[in-house]
């Protein structure tokens, strides 16, 4: 009878689960077996009741600036506003903590976990062993398959802000979590070593969270099933080696705006869908690789370059060697680039015989140019066409402001 009742509870969405436990007492007791946890604002009825308050623009100060700031009107008001909105931010946070932990402690230690969701944008430096106990109870499970932690504020984003730190002891290799553990999205958080080591993990999704290159190495060598990498905003990431020999799985590799990525090597991989995003050219953030990405079929590059270099100054930093792309990946299939502002296209002539898309079949180019006549930018289509002898498709949109 018992599994019966937890069956029928776990079709339904935790509120409603939530809602028939509570009004009924059998219901109740199949309650804290309840399969999937998500734990953010709107399956907590939090609500803010005044907005975020802006950051204030810093006083400009200097050894000629010794005058102090001066009264803004109306300011007394907009500290009390903030005053007031931190208060309930610090509310809303206990509250968070409270629910959570009522939940979790009216949960049977042998319940099957399968997911658990904790999004939580009031994260305090206090709440971090909370957030460590929830994680740990779920991943003593040895069901647990999906993991997301999402600790994004609202408001204007400070990269300095309190992250929460992974506790990768308890995925280390002989965990329960580490056998089970399939699916992990992490946001605004960050992983130190000891890397855990999750041979079951399919998808990993990290966004904006502190990690080195070599630490994610380290990481990405146990996952030897992984089939997606997200990597978003992940300031502390100065290059990517994807392993062929361990990845063997891995199909789709997503690296966006994550500023400081220099180098990435995804030579003998097994990647067939490429996105970049950055201010990188991509024969130059390639270049490290010992040879081409033959699995790469679909490859899409969101490029910009926001300054202007001089005319004597123009390097590859601003040059996109678009042939460069055929020698990289010979399988090429789909293409899709977006350049934004400074960025200019080149061919290289005359063609050889290694540097022909020889496979590409559809070609979208967007080009977002303003204040620019862009007149000269589009002679390499006429190469580039010829480059590609069995194109299907060509979308071109451009726009000047």
Known sequence: MQDVLCRILSCLCMRDAARVS?????????WGRYPRLTFDEDTLRL???HPEPEAAAPHEAGEDNLMPPPIILGQQQQQDDVLVALRERDELARGFVRHVDAVMSRRRSDAALDALTIKLAYLREQDAPCVDRWVRLALTSTTTRRLRLDFLPHGCYNPDRLRYELPCSLLSAGTAAAGALEHLYLRMGSIRAPMPELASLVTLVLSR???TGEDLGHLLYSCHRLQSLKLKRCEDLAYLKVPPDRL??????????CWSMREMD???SSVESLRFEGRHMPGTLLCGSVGPALRVTSAEFDLEQLIAPAESEATESSRL??????HLMPRLETLSLTLVRHIKVVMTSPHSSGNRFRHLKRVKLEFYMPGRDGRDDFLFLYSFLDSAPIMEALSLDVRSS
Do not use: E, H, N
């Open 209 to 211: 969270v502190r990690v």
């Open 321 to 326: 060697q678009l042939l460069s792309l055929a």
């Open 47 to 49: 609500r803010r009741q």
């Open 248 to 257: 063997k799985q891995l199909r789709t590799l997503v690296v966006k705006s």
């Open 266 to 268: 995804i030579s003998g």
């Open 22 to 30: 509570s009004s009924c007492s059998v219901f109740l007791r199949a």
